[in-house]
């Protein structure tokens, strides 16, 4: 079997925000839509098809009559779990599998409990991604405050706490991805105040992030399941004491039977981020300009015959990832923003 080369990616985020619902979108929609520009994908193992398939499944039932509740995903304390998706180009009917994309999904509260194993994944990692719940970012309390919903759901210090704890020395790609912002998606100003929020709610974490030359950060909102609209917010107290927050969604643009059509939107951006974040890297680091890429400690020995080979591969990656480009998403209008590094994009 041909080598692989690997792209490591872990994503963050409190328990509830989305995780596991925004990775089984992303394949399933990134396989059809990347398909046309020539890309093909697939789970590396049957179980992380399984597991994929299942995510998905729960993600639908959303669609369903309006579910309560968040998506199903890893439970709080589950271990951290890693699911592995071959990339590669179909050439002359030939499928060329060459790259292998490893998310590692850290549940809430195992992030918590397991802090050192999760700092070694971050700096192993060529890619951070941070799920955020976008209600709790945006829709103020009935004073006027959003930051109660914020620190309660997302655990903005947490983060940034443990990514303090990260050795930055190797270029990184940190992504913000809200998710379930489709009631503010559907506006220019409702987007606009994402990206306003993001830079608000994790005003610190950016402010440590930017000291670092070799991290680029960028604000991607998705829409994992489309016609899935923020609907209303239930703020109850617990038999501690503590503040429990309970957001209702609701299906829209329902057929009689109260169902939903699945009409994910921008869900393939992340994937678009990474390969040309990757795609850059790589050009730089064979043309001498950057030094020790995590994921190249394979590619050290590509002065001979393999350097040519890889390049040969880069060449036919860029063509696709051109085209892919040309639907990347960058402007604060939209809610998306490259706050540093757009020169590390193709």
């Given at each position: ?26 394949f ?17 193992t ?12 729960e ?10 509740g ?21 050439k ?6 060459w790259?292998k994309?490893h998310?590692w999904?850290?549940p809430?509260g ?19 991604l ?8 945006v829709v ?6 959003w930051q109660?919903?914020h ?6 210090k947490?983060?940034?706490a ?6 930055f020395?190797?270029?990184k790609?940190?992504?913000f ?5 489709e009631?503010?998606r ?7 105040l994402?990206?306003?929020?993001v ?10 992030l ?11 909102p998705v829409q ?17 004491g ?12 329902t ?5 939903a ?7 393939d ?20 300009k950057l030094k ?8 050290r ?13 880069i060449?036919q990656?860029?063509?696709p ?5 040309k639907?990347?998403?960058d ?14 994009f193709?």
């Amino acid at each position: 079997m041909q080598d692989l080369y690997n792209l490591h990616i872990s994503m963050l985020g409190a328990q509830g925000t989305g995780k596991s619902s925004l990775l089984a979108s992303m394949f399933y929609t990134f396989k059809k839509t990347a398909g046309e520009s020539g890309f093909i994908m697939k789970p590396a193992t049957t179980e992380d098809e399984r597991q994929l398939s299942n995510s998905h499944e729960e993600m639908l039932r959303h669609l369903r009559g309006g579910v309560e509740g968040d998506p199903i995903g890893l439970p709080p304390n589950a271990n951290a779990k890693e699911y592995a998706l071959n990339l590669g180009f179909l050439k002359n009917n030939i499928k060329n599998y060459w790259l292998k994309l490893h998310f590692w999904d850290f549940p809430g509260g195992w992030i918590l409990d397991n802090r050192h194993e999760v700092v070694e994944h971050l700096n192993q990692s060529d890619v951070i991604l941070i799920a955020i719940d976008t209600p709790s970012l945006v829709v103020s309390d009935i004073y006027g405050g959003w930051q109660l919903h914020h620190h309660i759901k997302n655990r903005p210090k947490e983060i940034e706490a443990i990514l303090g704890d990260v050795d930055f020395k190797l270029p990184k790609l940190i992504l913000f991805v809200p998710i379930k912002c489709e009631t503010w998606r559907s506006s220019t100003k409702g987007s606009e105040l994402i990206v306003e929020q993001v830079r608000k709610g994790y005003d610190g974490l950016i402010a440590n992030l930017k000291m670092y030359s070799t991290v680029t950060i960028a604000i991607i909102p998705v829409q994992t399941l489309g016609n899935y609209f923020w609907a209303t917010r239930d703020e109850k107290k617990n038999n501690k004491g503590k503040t429990v927050i309970q957001d209702k969604f609701l299906p829209q643009n329902t057929d009689n039977s109260g169902n939903a059509e699945y009409c994910p939107k921008d869900i393939d951006q992340p994937l678009i981020y990474m390969l040309s974040f990757l795609t850059k890297q790589v050009r730089d680091y064979l043309n001498d300009k950057l030094k020790n890429k995590p994921w190249y400690e394979k590619f050290r020995d590509l002065v001979t015959g393999r350097r040519k080979a890889f390049f040969e591969k880069i060449a036919q990656l860029e063509q696709p990832l051109n085209n892919l480009n040309k639907k990347r998403m960058d402007q604060k209008k939209d809610g998306f923003e490259i706050i540093q590094g757009k020169e590390n994009f193709l």
